[in-house]
């Protein structure tokens, strides 16, 4: 793409290199900007660049946050002694738009995946096992992709919890949040580990709410 | 969508107002831009800033500039009494990218369109009838979209030029880039208006030369 421009084939090339954006939506998305009034233009990058440099990560949670503590742990109408374990932010976020979970979270920032070079010290798995032990939690939920590497995770956790508490941990209950035919999904199109789990953990008709 | 810091939401929220990005894209897009580096997101943000209050139009062609003149005006090796006449700068970008063009442009800034309350006081038309006098242009290409409002522009351009410069204008040679099948575009599937014209407008074999 030629450019009779440098400032625009500059702006190009920056909003080309977001994830999923080429240089003809780039080129869209700059032509747009262009014919904004300036103080917007001005202010959507005022705002970007405030977001990167002032945002921060609850401590005690890891999602994120305006100040030290993000807004869900600060809020004293959440069940603080529930935990909700997820990979990242747009998880909670997810959770959090289907308006039914009233307690906190625990974000990991990724799950355990030896090929990928992660392992349970880059995530934020000490930090939980401290938090249970200090907060007496009362539930664990794991909220993570049904994935080997979300099992990994969820199991060696598990394991982490148990040797460090001993007897304590016999009174946190962990769960995992249930996996099914989604609803909407078709029988027939199911994979069949989807299939052959839902089969096991059939659930009793009068715990089947609808929508 | 629910979010636990004011400052990821106003920076989603930013993101959203350009065209063809819901919120889930620009949570996306803002997810990444967290996970950069700060200088990275800092200069993204200025470049953006930057192009939008600095960035001109070329007083000639008003094609975007970094200067008075754009870059394709100022170049001499360009036939300068050649001008093709564009809606919007996309157009040049587009005409620029198959490098077979190597006069100069003038971009109107849209076509007329009574509907749409343009007239041909909005449009770049008075500029381009003294350009056209003043610097003895021999040839005049028109390549606006195939519209009503494309070809009323045309006859309302050609008549100006014709009442204001009386004899002179014999000598312009005005034409409008071709119309008719689409190279890759299957004749049964045409319009019966692109099809009735590529009819009328055929061209000697030896005059078609395929890419």
Redesign the interface.
Known sequence: ????????E??VN??A?????GKK?A????????K?D?ND???????????????KF?QRCF????GDI???CANSMRRQEMICVVE???D??AI??T?QYSGTYHVLGGVISPLDGIGPDQLNIESLANRVQKERTEELIFALNPTIQGDTTIYYIQKKLAAASGEQSQNIRITTIARGIAFGGELEYADEMTLARSLQNRLPVENYVSR
Do not use: Y
């Open positions: 793409m030629q450019f009779s421009s440098s400032l625009l500059n702006a920056e909003f290199r977001l994830p999923g954006i939506t080129l869209r998305l700059v032509l747009h900007l262009l904004q300036t233009v001005s202010q959507f990058s005022e705002v970007i660049a405030k977001m990167r440099s002032e945002i609850c999602n994120v946050a305006d993000c807004s869900i990242n932010i747009r909670v976020i959090e738009s308006q």
